[in-house]
């Protein structure tokens, strides 16, 4: 006789479990979801919505890719081909779609059910798709013949799921009837279709039932196959999930998992966890190996109905009443640690030491945690370990990391809830405690001292020997823990990781969104920013000025120098930098393997090239044209190498304009002519004037038929001869008639004038001239009044006109001297066979990791005989090393005067001061304040998190206008110049900085004001004032820490005034009398104002309140005017209030308003967020709070900032 052993698994309550946070990828807010699959290789996950919406949303960047809404009812169920670009959606108006999503539209209808349709899957193999009705059936139809294959009767209810066996022909389908069926469906591959009404009626007879599985109290929701194994789970309305095992002739029940308090909607394996969700708010995830709960994640307002997984990334989807979230179980990131020349760090509870040189891995066991830790510290002297786990609290292990061939030590030593554990000296490592306090233990774990910094510190990082990092509330801070004291500070928040580089001078923040480089005194080097994509690790290169870093999907880079950022490649999967050294990264990913990789760094290469002046290096890339494209021409015209971009560029166009920026005029007239378009010709015309070449321009001028501009060179330059010309041939007689002034040809002019009708001009002309005889014909020409009235007129004679000196020759060129570039590109058998291959040799050293600022050095150094030219020989002589690229040609005979004649060198043009400024400063003031407005704006994205830059205008340009002086001019209108103040003697050395306003006298007079509007009832004014001084504040600047301080209360002042406002203009607009006003009344109360505004509001409140009967809440308010010491009127009023109040303390409405319980307002809706309820998300300039639900949309308060941007904080220090 065969028993059955159960084995049940009972939970006290749920309410004696503790509730985790979700490690979320993805929340998105929608109507109620019943549906969800996850693309197998696109970060896609495709939802069904209950109003008929199906959706297909990025859980990457969070953002939405498509919406179809064909079906007219709830669509339940939903799955993406494993290998087509279609997915199938079926819905409650009993249609099956499938779709093409590379199309964006549905390519056919399946009809045959007759009532909801609950799921629709594709097989993974065959052109079959599963679905199940409340029709009682199970369906499975060829979606590449369009038609049903088969139909399964035999439920006696609504059949609410059904799944294909990931690798077996089977099929599991699960009703409310309380039964689940599995069917053999193997003969459905070699039969021949059969369709009509008999399949339909009689079902398939080829699918036969292979398991009747009963066991269940109530209907069954949910039914799936194990990936692997021969398990099967189900979830029913008997509030239990059950695993049945697969055996050859039957089929029964193994476990039962009890602790949902509602109906369990769903269950889904991933790994060796089953996950289920039920209707009573929660997600429980149990260990099927322990058979145990492990952890259970709740909501407090929605229900769950469905759930998805995709293994291959560790990722579940959940639908719940209100949206969807995709979520992980696990942190994946490994907990490593640099030391020396070993890598150490933990996966699957294992310990793994990497040396870099040699490779060789060791591995040690640890004991068994659920949950990985998060970091791991080690001591360099004794390697000594402190292992962090981010559960229970927080707790630490610390033990002694053995040599190769031995265990770790069972003796390990733990702590519970801390927060981080770092070591800052040989001995000794600090954690955080619970109070927000730093204590200091040595390596047996044994406490030392508690030190309490100024700030509470949250969270603690490596930092130099005898220092660590804190995060606080403002900002991070770099304390000396011997001394007690914060040396250096920086407003960066939400810090995730740190990365410092291998000599502790330069360390990078990384965060969700933003990686801040620093200096080691938290001075800001550049701050880089991705808003769709998260920062994984960050590495700096150990011989370059260069930080590597990592997204969810691509390897990039950041010229620290520079600032620029750029992609080396894609990566399939997330991986973490642990080490870069010149071109040779070592990454370790989710799988736990360390993997050196050799770059393809030619981009990166080319432009340390540029920056070094190695244009040797430079010419070999152009010769062999490795690099190409659009955007390499752009940054080298954009960073003023337009003589090397002129290499690159084969477009015409393209050429003739980087011809004409450096003044390559033989080649912008060859592009020109090959282009021949007048526009191009003018452009080349004007060039060649700026330039000198008068021969030039009169041609391209003549190409162009420009005659006025050649008219207007041959006027200028004296070559009359040439305007005469041009006056003669030309048939345009205004033309004529103008330059016919400045060669002096005066019967032309007569003649001119006489054709175009205008006799008394002509005779006018003629006489001045001495003209006598032609202006007698004129004169007789005329009618009598006016040839009376001419010779009336007095007539000058014209005096003699100089004739100019012509100038008919280019104007004299200095003799500048050559660039390095141009001398090289010059030099004879630069390129040949030869050194092709020699320079693939020099190429394969670079690549080598060798430090490139010497391999040119070397090189000639090594090879003095290796048939290189005199001159080549000669600079080695004299010492190439130095590389200073100076030429002087001693000579032998001197002149009289002792010196000789050399070429004239003209001096280099240093760039113009607001471009200073712009180049050396990351204040946005300062950019506006140089006219830079583009960058300025990029700036305050990245330290504010600027969204709308519209309402800064005015004070921009009043900046601009401040900082910049103009004066009168002879050649032009006017002439504007910056404004700068000069360093003071001790600053000698220091950079020039712009000479801006002291904006700090100016906001104070703006609060007066605003105060004074607050007090008269001008709320509207009130307002304006208040958002004006925030908006005026982001370009105010300071010295020292009193006038920071006077800024910082002057912004937070405006702010909380600004969001107050906000919310008595809210409480105008609507009716006075509602419950909505008296709850917006008070509200306003809480708002930190001044004692006599407080007063004020505390006053209005209290009346609105004791006007709508709500006694009780009335003499509360009125206790809280008392305590401000109010006139004595109204200390009258509220006397009387608090005794009725004593009487009568009832309400008459019911108000959203609990004064004991601290809240946030949140500035849009303006609702109360209760602590411990909400957490709220914060504007990232003026901080105003805000519900998590507004995250990415404008700040309303102060109208230029976004809610819950990181953001690395406003630089406005002078």
């Known amino acids: 006789m065969f028993f059955l052993r159960f084995f049940i ?98 390519l056919f209808t399946l009809r045959g059910h007759m009532d909801y ?37 035999g439920h006696n209810h609504y059949v609410m799921c059904a799944q294909f066996h990931p690798r077996e022909d089977l099929v599991v389908s699960a009703s409310l009837d309380r039964t689940i069926r599995v069917w053999d469906i193997s003969s459905l591959r070699l039969r021949k279709q059969e369709v009509g009404i008999a399949q339909d009626l009689l079902g398939t007879t080829d699918v036969t039932l292979k398991y009747l599985l009963e066991g269940h109290e109530k209907g069954v929701n949910w039914v799936c196959f194990h990936p692997t194994k021969p398990y099967i789970a189900s979830a029913a309305d008997d509030r239990t999930v059950r695993v049945w095992r697969m055996m050859e002739s039957s089929c029964h029940e193994e476990l039962q998992l009890r602790g949902h308090t509602n109906n369990v909607c769903c269950v889904t394996y991933l790994k060796d966890f089953l996950i289920s969700d039920s209707e009573d708010r929660t997600i429980r995830v149990w260990d099927v190996k322990s058979r145990s709960p492990i952890m259970v994640f709740r909501r407090d307002t929605d229900r769950y109905w469905i759930l998805a997984t995709l ?62 830790p998060c970091t791991i510290s080690c001591n360099p002297v004794d390697n000594m370990a402190v292992l962090w786990y981010d559960t229970d609290g927080g707790m630490t292990e610390t033990f002694t990391i053995p040599k190769p061939g031995y265990a770790v030590d069972a003796d390990i030593k733990k702590r519970l809830n801390v927060t981080d554990a770092v070591f800052f000296a040989p001995s000794k490592y600090v954690f955080v405690d619970k109070s927000n306090k730093l204590v200091v233990c040595n390596c047996q774990g044994e406490r030392e001292k508690v030190v309490s910094p100024e700030h509470s510190c949250k969270r603690v990082f490596p930092g130099p020997m005898g220092y660590v990092l804190c995060q606080t509330d403002t900002g991070v801070e ?59 690790s960050a590495a700096f290169d150990e011989q370059r000025n260069i930080l590597y870093y990592t997204t969810a999907n691509h390897l990039k880079y950041c010229n620290l120098r520079t600032g620029e950022c750029s992609t080396i490649q894609s990566m399939k999967n997330p991986a973490y930098l642990v ?33 070094q002046q190695a244009y040797r290096e430079v010419i070999k890339i152009i010769h062999r044209k490795q690099l190409q494209g659009q955007a390499l021409v752009g940054y080298l015209h954009k960073h003023g190498h337009s003589e090397i971009a002129l290499h690159f560029v084969t477009e015409p166009f393209t050429r003739f304009n980087l011809a004409v920026e450096c003044g390559a005029l033989e080649i912008a007239k060859s592009t020109a002519m090959e282009l021949n378009q007048a526009s191009v010709w003018r452009r080349l015309a004007e060039a060649a004037i700026t330039n000198g070449d008068i021969q030039l321009a009169q041609f391209a001028n003549s190409k162009a038929s420009n005659f006025h501009g050649g008219a207007l060179l041959s006027l200028i330059t004296g070559n009359m001869a040439a305007l005469g010309h041009l006056v003669d041939t030309t048939n345009d007689d205004n033309f004529k008639l103008h330059y016919g002034l400045y060669v002096s040809d005066a019967q032309k002019r007569v003649q001119i004038l006489s054709n175009a009708g205008q006799l008394p001009l002509a005779y006018l ?54 660039s390095m570039f141009a001398r090289l590109l010059k030099e004879p058998g630069q390129f040949n066979a030869a050194q092709a291959v020699l320079g693939d040799e020099e190429e394969e050293e670079d690549h080598a990791g060798a430090g490139w600022d010497e391999d040119d050095y070397d090189d000639t150094n090594n090879n003095a005989g290796m048939g290189m030219d005199e001159e080549r020989e000669e600079r080695e002589v004299e010492g190439e090393g130095w590389d200073d690229d100076l030429e002087i040609q001693v000579p032998t005979d001197y002149g009289a005067d002792g010196a000789q004649k050399g070429q004239y060198v003209v001096p280099v043009e240093h760039p113009p001061l607001p471009q200073h400024w712009v180049e050396m400063y990351s204040l946005p003031a300062f950019h506006v304040a140089a006219g830079s407005f583009a960058t300025a704006f990029d700036l305050l994205r990245r330290q504010i998190g600027l969204c709308d830059p519209e309402p800064l205008k005015p004070y921009m340009m009043n900046l601009w206008t401040s900082a910049n002086a103009s004066r009168p001019s002879w050649l032009v ?176 409405e019911k108000l959203e308003y609990d004064e004991r319980n601290p809240f946030f307002l949140c500035s849009f809706s303006h609702r109360p967020m209760y602590k411990g309820t909400i957490d709220p998300i914060r504007c990232s300039y003026c901080h105003s709070p805000a519900h998590p639900e507004h995250k990415g949309k404008a700040c309303p308060v102060c109208k230029i900032a976004l809610l819950g941007a990181e953001t690395a904080g406003l630089v406005n220090r002078a």
């Open 311 to 372: 293994p291959e990334k560790n990722l579940i989807a959940a639908g719940h009443d209100s949206g969807m979230q995709v979520f992980k179980l696990f942190r994946e990131r490994p907990a490593w640690v640099v030391n020396g020349r070993l890598l150490h760090y933990i996966y699957e509870d294992t310990l793994y030491s990497h040396d870099f040189e040699s490779r060789a891995e060791y591995k040690f066991n640890l004991a068994h945690h659920l949950h990985p």
């Open 478 to 536: 770099l304390y000396h823990m011997a001394q007690h004291t914060v040396t250096a500070e920086a407003a960066v928040s939400g810090i995730r990781h740190v990365a410092w580089d291998k000599e502790f001078n330069k360390v990078a923040f990384i965060s969700k969104n933003t990686i801040t480089v620093m200096t080691k005194r938290l001075k800001l080097i550049t701050t880089i920013v991705a808003s769709t994509v998260r920062m994984k």
């Open 579 to 611: 080490r870069a050294s010149g071109d040779t990264i070592w990454m370790i990913t989710r799988e736990g393997r360390v993997t050196m990789q050799e770059l393809d760094n030619l981009e990166l290469n080319f432009k340390l090239k540029l920056q």
């Open 765 to 818: 002309t003629a006489k001045s001239n001495g003209l006598d005889d032609l202006a007698s014909a004129i004169l007789d020409k005329m009618d009598p009044d006016v040839s009376e009235r001419m010779l009336k007129a007095k007539v000058h004679p014209i005096s003699e006109i100089p004739k100019p000196f012509a100038v008919t020759e280019n104007w004299p060129m200095l003799q500048v001297e050559e």
């Open 973 to 1148: 209108t006017s002439v504007v110049f910056p404004l700068t103040k000069y360093p003071s003697g001790e600053q000698r050395g220091a950079h020039h900085a712009p000479l801006l306003p002291e904006y700090i006298p100016v906001l104070t007079e703006k609060l007066r004001a605003g105060y004074t509007a607050f007090v008269e009832g001008r709320f509207a004014d009130a307002q304006s004032h208040f958002v004006g001084i925030m908006h005026q504040a982001v370009f105010a600047t300071y010295e020292d820490e009193k006038q920071r301080a006077a800024l910082l209360e002057l912004m937070s002042i405006a702010s909380e005034y600004a969001r107050a406002l906000s919310v008595q203009l809210h409480c105008r607009s609507i009716d006075g009398n509602s419950k909505e006003a008296l709850e917006l009344s008070l509200y306003f109360t809480h708002f930190k104002l001044q004692r006599s505004h407080l007063t004020l509001a505390l006053s209005q409140a209290m009346s609105k309140a004791y006007k709508m009967k709500n006694i009780k809440t009335a003499a509360a308010v009125a206790r809280r005017l008392l305590d401000q010491d109010p006139p004595k009127t109204k200390a009258n009023q509220a006397l009387a209030i608090v005794a009725e109040g004593e009487r009568n303390p009832t309400d008459s």
């Open 9 to 106: 698994i009972l939970l006290a309550a749920s309410a004696e479990f503790i509730f985790l946070d979700m490690l979320t990828k993805f929340d998105v807010r929608s109507c109620r979801v019943k549906g969800i699959s996850f693309h197998k290789s696109r970060p896609w996950v495709l939802c069904g919505l209950h109003n008929g919406t199906v959706q297909i949303w990025d859980y990457r960047t969070n953002t939405s890719i498509d919406t179809y809404t064909e079906h007219s009812g709830s669509v339940r169920g939903v799955d993406f081909h494993i290998s087509q670009p279609l997915f199938v959606s079926g819905a409650d108006d009993y249609l099956i779609k499938v779709w093409n999503y590379k199309l964006r539209r549905c």
């Open 117 to 153: 349709i609950r799921v629709t899957f594709f097989h993974h193999e065959q052109p079959w798709i599963l679905s199940c009705s409340d029709d009682f059936t199970v369906r499975i139809w060829n979606w590449q013949s369009r038609s049903s294959v088969a139909c399964l009767p």
